[in-house]
């Protein structure tokens, strides 16, 4: 059984950091293409940040960019997500998801097939 589990969120002020992580077991995660997606309240879900299974050319969303760093560990089957200069518009919920037809990294949620359940990132002002 493939499955995801995202942990690490928290209350945190702003300007404070979080590392979300995301382990993923039941498939070979070496292979697959890791993504980070989020959800405000009242707000869609939208692509934070993914890389691809060889640790190449992450991308991230423009909001996020030089705040942000995302990394995995193959040998841990495990993908994290450093949040930096946290903002209060950082609140939501935020997924990882799991893709292994192609090595192509991308925001668009539709592309994932495996989903964890989230957690909760609060940023207080």
């Known amino acids: 059984e493939v499955q995801l589990v995202e942990s690490g969120g928290g209350l945190v002020q702003a300007g404070g950091s979080l590392r979300l992580s995301c382990a993923g077991s039941g498939f070979t995660f070496d292979d697959y293409v890791i993504g980070w997606f989020r959800q405000g309240p009242g707000k869609e879900r939208e692509g934070v940040s993914c890389?691809?299974?060889?640790?190449?050319?992450?991308w991230y969303a423009h909001s996020v960019k030089g705040r942000f760093t995302i990394s995995r560990d193959n040998a841990k089957n495990t993908v994290y997500l450093q949040m930096n200069s946290l903002k209060p518009e950082d609140t939501a919920v935020y997924y990882c998801a799991a893709d292994g037809r192609w090595n192509y990294c991308t925001g668009m949620a539709s592309w994932y097939t495996y989903w964890g359940q989230g957690t909760q990132v609060t940023v207080s002002s």
């Open positions: 890389i691809t299974s060889r640790d190449s050319n992450p």
